[in-house]
Structures are given as C-alpha cells and as structure tokens.
C-alpha cells in the first residue's frame, strides 16, 4: 500500500477532459436550470440517547412555500424497532442508471448506523405518505459479510444498492461494502474482493469512467460510541486515509494519508464524470482537501482550505478545532459549501479554480463559541468578536449546523443540526433537551452569499413523541449528495 499527501518526482496531475457527453451534460444542465422545485424533503429522525424510548421515525417535511403547510412535518413513519439510529439515505436507483427507463426511483433505503438493520421504505406509492417495505435484519448482514455499523447507501449503474460501513460486527474498524440486490433488497455479499481492505470507513463516491471506488474513515465504532474522548487522539483510533479502490476488480489498491486524527468523512467527487478530482471534509482537523488523478494513475490529494482552531476556555480542550461534518457541491460544479458543527457557520466557496477554492459566503447558525454561553474566545485568527446567538422565530437554536442539502437550481440550502446522538449528548446537551431543528438559507448564486430565510423553520422539538435529532436530507427526485453521473 502506497500512502500518498504529495505527487512523486516526475508525476505530474492528469489533465482531465472538462465536457462530459452530450446527453449527460443536458441532463446536468435541465436539473440545474429546469429542474422542478422541491416540495418535500425526507428527514430521518432520531431518539436513541434522547430517555425518551421511542422508535427512530422518517419525517416527510413540506418545504413548498405555497403550501399551506410550509415547513412543518407532514407525515411520520416510525420503525418497528427501538436504538437503531438511523443516520443517512439513498435510493434503490439514480442518475447513475441514466437512461435504463426500467428504473424507478421508489424506494429510499434507511442504513441503521448502530444497529445495522436496513429498512427500505416505499415512496413510490405515495411519496407525502412513505410506508415501510422491507427490513433486512442485522444478523444477515453479520453473517453474510461480517460487517456492521452501516453508513452511506449509493445505488449503482448495475441496479444493485451498495452500503459502506465503519466496522465488523464486534464493533472494531473495518472498511468494507455490503451490496443489495436492487429488487428484492436482499443481501448479496460483499462487494469487495481480495484479502486487503482499510482498517477504517465511511463515506464513498465512485467514478466508473476513472475506474475508481474512494473511501473515507470516520473512527474505530466501539470508540465512537460513548462520545468523543480526547484520550483517543494520537492512538490510532480515529481515521486519516483516504482508501482507493479499482472499481472493475473491486480491490483496495491505495491509501492516501490526509494526516493523523484527521477524520475525512463526507467526499464529493466533481459531478461532472469527465472530471477526475473532488474534495473530502476532515473534521477534527477542520480542512478541506482536494484530491485528483495523477498522470501515473494513482491518486493525490493537496490541502485546499484550512479553518484555524479558536484558543478557548470553557470547553473539551484548549484549542476548538471547527469541525466540518458535511460538504456538498452544487450541480454546476462552481460552489463548495460545508458546515462547521462546532464554530456554528456555514460557508460558500467558488471552486471555479479547484486547486485555489475562494471564499464567497459565510453565515452562522449556532455554535459553541455564541456570546453569553460558556464558552470564552481568547484567540481567534478570523472573527473580530464571538457571533451572537442564533435565534429564529423566537427560538434560540441549540447545536450547529450539520448536514446539508443544496436545492437543484442552488439557490436553497437546508440545514440540519443533529450531528450523532452520542456526541449531541456530549457537545450540546440542550440539543437533547430542546430537538434539533431544519433551517433553510438563501442562496447568492451569482456573487455569493448566504442569507438565512427567516419565514423557515422546521422544529422537531415540537414532536408528538418528544424532542428529537433530524440528520440527512433527500428530495424525492435526487440531489446533489445522493446522485452519481457516470
């Protein structure tokens, strides 16, 4: 295995075609232009770590501002079971089957990070009205690919669905994939082959046309699951690679090295299938890097943007890295966006030049480091004072902004702020206490810029069945996170 930060001597980048074909450029082009405005969105929502001992529910959230029921959660659909955690979503089919018109985006599948059960739910009968299709219970994915702690779920050009995971069953790390069938949704196997695999995994992206699988690494589960202890830095415990695999083999052939205790987790390839190159989050080290082919064929990664730790007292540690836990980019490929749980911004970026990301639009939403709170700054390389507290619509939101989601046309971006119950428990205790909540900010897609939309807010502290955590964000007809042009 290769571990790689910088290109060797004499290996210079791949200069990749930048036009993709012509049918997937229109089709880029009609959701970015054309594409219809999002009605509703589905939001898993989350009790585990809450005491309130109520089964993890899909929230159906009407997002359509001539409705009626603008911004308020329509519909419920509760799992059959207690602490699974549901956490991110895909679909049983995408834009990667572009043009198989066999296909139908009708189901969405719900991996359960702690339980690694699988719950498919139909939104095709009734999309406002999701009910469940299938549970695939989690001792068939321990036994027939001895993997668990189930993550993010991508649907493939061949019809089946392939999930990433974080760990074996034990709950020790293991990067591996288990593949569904995309039909009946029952197991297959492992997609991986061959006898190496990474200790670690996350998140994936994949890119046939550069016949390339990429990987991140979030931490060890038995680790992650009692919270973040700073004792577990420097011991190997938390992820740094980013792990390359050849997509027609299905072997692990590459590790690149983004830095101790980095832990990238969510990586974004250029949507674009021509382009070989994309950017992963490192949370605990609060960086973006960028990473991209090389004219050997293996792969690179370069540090794009760096967000400086904050001296602070009043919290975990001297220093208070920002903590970015989600990145997206917009359809056209011209704006980054990511969010800083722990700083409690939001920030733009024009990556119309990759290798030199230019920022455009910053707004904050939360935080641990808002006036009045615990929290003092002592040094902070950006901002003059600490921001004020975010509040909206009378209601001081607790948490900061987490999971993001851009509209097809990017001129919308939703925001949630549960980030993972252990750690809302650690970090922002009123967060379990209060609910997290869905925002929606306005976007400048011409100079840049964010503006939060003050008539929007969805808050789950409101629940019939408690407050509750909302996480990822899916639009019936694919996004910019759930869909891979190939």
Same mark, same amino acid.
């Given at each position: 295995?290769?571990?790689?930060?910088?290109?060797?001597?004499?290996?210079?980048?791949?200069?990749?075609?930048?036009?993709?074909?012509?049918?997937?450029?229109?089709?880029?082009?009609?959701?970015?232009?054309?594409?219809?405005?999002?009605?509703?969105?589905?939001?898993?929502?989350?009790?585990?770590?809450?005491?309130?001992?109520?089964?993890?529910?899909?929230?159906?959230?009407?997002?359509?501002?001539?409705?009626?029921?603008?911004?308020?959660?329509?519909? =419920?659909?509760?799992?059959?079971? $207690?602490?699974?955690?549901?956490?991110?979503?895909?679909?049983?089919?995408?834009?990667?089957?572009?043009?198989?018109?066999?296909?139908?985006?009708?189901?969405?599948?719900?991996?359960?990070?702690?339980?690694?059960?699988?719950?498919?739910?139909?939104?095709?009968?009734?999309?406002?009205?999701?009910?469940?299709?299938?549970?695939?219970?989690?001792?068939?994915?321990?036994?027939?690919?001895? $993997?668990?702690?189930?993550?993010?779920?991508?649907?493939?050009?061949?019809?089946?669905?392939?999930?990433?995971?974080?760990?074996?069953?034990?709950?020790?790390?293991?990067?591996?994939?288990?593949?569904?069938?995309?039909?009946?949704?029952?197991?297959?196997?492992?997609?991986?082959?061959?006898?190496?695999?990474?200790?670690?995994?996350?998140?994936?992206?994949?890119?046939?046309?550069?016949?390339?699988?990429?990987?991140?690494?979030?931490?060890?589960?038995?680790?992650?699951?009692?919270?973040?202890?700073?004792?577990?830095?420097?011991?190997?415990?938390?992820?740094?690679?980013?792990?390359?695999?050849?997509?027609?083999?299905?072997?692990?052939?590459?590790?690149?090295?983004?830095?101790?205790?980095?832990?990238?987790?969510? /990586? =974004?390839?250029?949507?674009?299938?021509?382009?070989?190159?994309?950017?992963?989050?490192?949370? /605990?080290?609060?960086?973006?890097?960028?990473?991209?082919?090389?004219?050997?064929?293996?792969?690179?990664?370069?540090?794009?943007?760096?967000?400086?730790?904050?001296?602070?007292?009043?919290?975990?540690?001297?220093? *208070?890295?920002?903590?970015?836990?989600?990145?997206?980019?917009?359809?056209?490929?011209?704006?980054?966006?990511?969010?800083?749980?722990?700083?409690?911004? @939001?920030?733009?970026?024009?990556?119309?030049?990759?290798?030199?990301?230019?920022?455009?639009?910053?707004?904050?939403?939360?935080?641990? /480091?808002?006036?009045?709170?615990?929290?003092?700054?002592?040094?902070?390389?950006?901002?003059?004072?600490?921001?004020?507290?975010?509040?909206?619509?009378?209601?001081?939101?607790?948490?900061?902004?987490? *999971?993001?989601?851009?509209?097809?046309?990017?001129?919308?971006?939703?925001?949630?702020?549960? $980030?993972?119950?252990?750690?809302?428990?650690?970090?922002?205790?009123?967060?379990?206490?209060?609910?997290?909540?869905?925002?929606?900010?306005?976007?400048?897609?011409?100079?840049?810029?964010?503006?939060?939309?003050?008539?929007?807010? @969805?808050?789950?502290?409101?629940?019939?069945?408690?407050?509750? *955590?909302?996480?990822?964000?899916?639009?019936?007809?694919?996004?910019?996170?759930?869909?891979?042009?190939?």
């Amino acid at each position: 295995m290769r571990s790689r930060l910088r290109l060797s001597p004499g290996c210079n980048e791949s200069i990749s075609q930048t036009s993709s074909t012509p049918s997937l450029r229109f089709a880029l082009s009609a959701l970015f232009d054309t594409g219809p405005r999002e009605e509703i969105v589905y939001v898993p929502c989350i009790y585990r770590n809450t005491g309130r001992g109520k089964p993890d529910f899909l929230a159906t959230v009407d997002v359509d501002p001539k409705s009626p029921h603008y911004s308020q959660v329509i519909h =419920r659909l509760p799992m059959p079971n $207690l602490g699974d955690e549901l956490h991110h979503s895909g679909w049983n089919t995408c834009s990667s089957c572009f043009g198989d018109t066999t296909k139908k985006r009708n189901r969405l599948i719900l991996p359960s990070l702690i339980s690694s059960r699988i719950y498919v739910v139909d939104v095709g009968t009734d999309p406002r009205a999701p009910r469940l299709f299938k549970v695939v219970n989690p001792e068939d994915v321990f036994w027939q690919c001895d $993997l668990g702690y189930l993550h993010t779920s991508h649907c493939l050009g061949s019809g089946e669905v392939m999930i990433s995971t974080l760990g074996d069953p034990a709950g020790n790390g293991k990067g591996g994939f288990v593949l569904l069938d995309g039909e009946t949704f029952n197991i297959k196997g492992n997609w991986e082959k061959g006898d190496k695999s990474p200790p670690m995994g996350y998140d994936f992206w994949y890119q046939p046309r550069h016949n390339v699988l990429i990987s991140t690494e979030w931490g060890i589960p038995k680790c992650l699951g009692y919270g973040f202890n700073p004792n577990d830095l420097k011991k190997g415990r938390y992820g740094r690679r980013l792990n390359v695999w050849d997509w027609t083999t299905h072997t692990y052939v590459q590790a690149i090295d983004v830095g101790e205790d980095a832990a990238p987790l969510e /990586i =974004r390839f250029l949507h674009n299938p021509d382009a070989a190159e994309g950017f992963v989050g490192c949370t /605990i080290s609060s960086a973006i890097h960028r990473f991209y082919k090389t004219e050997c064929g293996d792969w690179a990664a370069e540090k794009v943007i760096q967000v400086p730790s904050k001296k602070v007292k009043g919290w975990l540690l001297p220093d *208070m890295p920002s903590f970015i836990t989600d990145i997206l980019l917009s359809l056209d490929d011209r704006f980054l966006y990511f969010s800083n749980w722990i700083h409690g911004d @939001v920030r733009q970026y024009d990556i119309s030049d990759t290798r030199r990301p230019r920022l455009v639009g910053q707004v904050f939403v939360g935080g641990s /480091i808002s006036k009045g709170g615990p929290v003092v700054v002592l040094k902070d390389e950006e901002l003059q004072s600490q921001p004020e507290p975010f509040v909206i619509q009378g209601k001081k939101v607790a948490g900061g902004p987490q *999971m993001i989601q851009l509209s097809l046309d990017g001129k919308r971006l939703y925001v949630t702020t549960s $980030l993972y119950s252990a750690w809302d428990r650690q970090f922002y205790p009123d967060l379990i206490r209060d609910g997290s909540v869905m925002l929606q900010i306005d976007v400048d897609t011409e100079k840049g810029g964010l503006t939060v939309n003050r008539d929007f807010l @969805v808050d789950f502290g409101k629940e019939p069945g408690g407050p509750c *955590m909302a996480h990822e964000m899916r639009y019936p007809g694919g996004d910019c996170t759930s869909d891979i042009w190939v």
